[in-house]
């Protein structure tokens, strides 16, 4: 990003600085803008704690195009369940990923809603803890999109993350789900994500670990509660690199 760009934010941020009233948890996570005014609301906020997190955080490592694995190494051989190849042979019509708790506008989206929102690719490693990695093309939407979308509440600290999978559930922080790579992916190497890399919709959290870029995604639930997380949640919660 250019010098211009961050500076032009930075303004942006001044001109949000209204955002505040809106909660401690974000407040305290230096996500909030310092002054309140009721006339931005949550999308502002978290516009504001997304562009905070960009000039903030480091971002995960991003590869050049010739370093995209030829034969990328996917950990299943089989698809989920059977209700998953019910869903497959329909196309993935019916898919849905719901964004709903603390949201003032639950959404419903189908696949091609999610691919007609804001578009975000990466070329990124992704890297299991059983020592394996691969590098990929990522295309997806980020997930600050869809919160902005939903309107997540300010005060919110997680959102948990459902798949079509049983034993497969996870959580993000709010800094990992509006951080800029964290994306809701539909795409992989500029085809269809693969179903046995979880199509038709993952999580990627280049960021974390691999087990934290939940495949076959359903649903992203906005929370101020700490959720449940099973499969990933064998491993650490916190999964950063
Ligand atoms: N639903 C679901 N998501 C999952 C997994 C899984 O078994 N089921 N495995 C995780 C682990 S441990 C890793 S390393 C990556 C593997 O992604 P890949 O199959 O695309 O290589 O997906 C993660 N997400
Ligand atoms: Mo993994």
Redesign the pocket.
Known sequence: MSKLTRRGWMAAGLGVAGAAGAGLAASRAGLVPPITSPLYGAGETLTYAAQRLLTRHSLAREFPRSKIAAK?????SKT?NEEYERRQAGGFLDWRLEVDGMVANPLSLSLADVRGLKESSQITQ?I???GWS?VAEWTGTPVSALLELAEAAPQTRYVACE?I?EG?KDALDMADALHPQTLVTYAMNGGDLPA???GPL?LRVPRQ???K????LTRLTVTDRMPESV??GDYSWYAGM
């Open positions: 990328p190494f996917a950990n299943r989920p992704l299991c803890e059983e691969f798949c999978q497969w046995m890399h979880g993952r670990m691999g087990y870029s939940l495949k076959y499969g990933g």
